[in-house]
């Protein structure tokens, strides 16, 4: 689950709000228009304070969503972060690095289309900050089950914070057509109890936290 899904809730319901209101407007103020007892070629059909209404009304809703948008672009991360990981795609797995740890890892398909080698195990309740990016071309990190997609882009790092409220294996994939093993490049997370004792392959200095 991300949390920039809910700290995205209240601006997407006030979106929602704001366009349907201002074109209500719009076409209640033109059919007032139309439906007059006055043409509009006739004197009598201005007013001052209407025009200022339905000028001022739209620009200062319209501004303060600006407003919204810079307060959840600068504010700072809303929950403790367990940890920083670094995801990596490349031609064609994944590659994760913890922070605080020299040591990452590479997660590559295994026998199987929905498999890999070296899952990226997390714990229950933590939440962590995911930070993607790319090696070579363009890829998306995602997996629709926890609603979380995001782009790897080479040169650029994407951020997002989440957290597994159960515990389970999730599978994603790429959803960038990055060449042609594209479709070779699966994405598994394990959503694990902080004291689940990890597997033979999970490197030793990462043992204990993924």
């Known amino acids: 689950m ?3 899904n809910m700290i995205y809730d209240n601006l997407t319901l006030y979106l929602l709000v704001l366009c349907t209101f201002i074109p209500a407007w719009v076409f209640f103020m033109m059919g007032w228009q139309v439906t007059g007892d006055y ?9 001052n304070t209407v025009e200022l ?6 620009t200062g809703l319209v501004s303060y969503l600006c407003l919204l948008n810079l307060f959840c672009l600068a504010e700072g991360l809303p ?6 990981i670094k995801v990596i795609g490349r031609q064609w797995y994944w590659s994760y690095e913890v922070a605080g740890f020299e040591c990452g890892y590479d997660s590559v398909m295994g026998d199987f289309v929905d498999l890999v080698d070296k899952p990226l195990r997390l714990n229950i309740y933590d939440f962590y900050q995911l930070a993607v990016t790319s090696s070579d071309v363009i890829h998306s990190f995602s997996i629709p089950e926890l609603e979380l997609k995001v782009d790897a882009i080479p040169g650029r790092i994407n951020q997002n914070v989440f957290f597994m409220d159960r515990v389970g294996v999730y599978v994603g994939y ?5 060449g042609a093993g594209h479709a070779y490049m699966p ?3 394990e ?8 597997l033979r392959w999970v490197p030793y200095e990462l043992r204990g936290l993924v």
């Open 2 to 4: 991300m949390v920039g």
């Open 39 to 47: 043409g509009f070629s006739s004197s009598g059909n201005e007013s």
């Open 53 to 58: 209404a339905w000028t001022f009304i739209p």
């Open 79 to 84: 929950v403790p972060i367990e940890s920083v």
């Open 174 to 178: 790429c959803t960038e057509l990055c």
């Open 187 to 189: 994405i598994v997370v």
């Open 191 to 198: 959503s694990v109890i902080p004291d689940y004792k990890p």
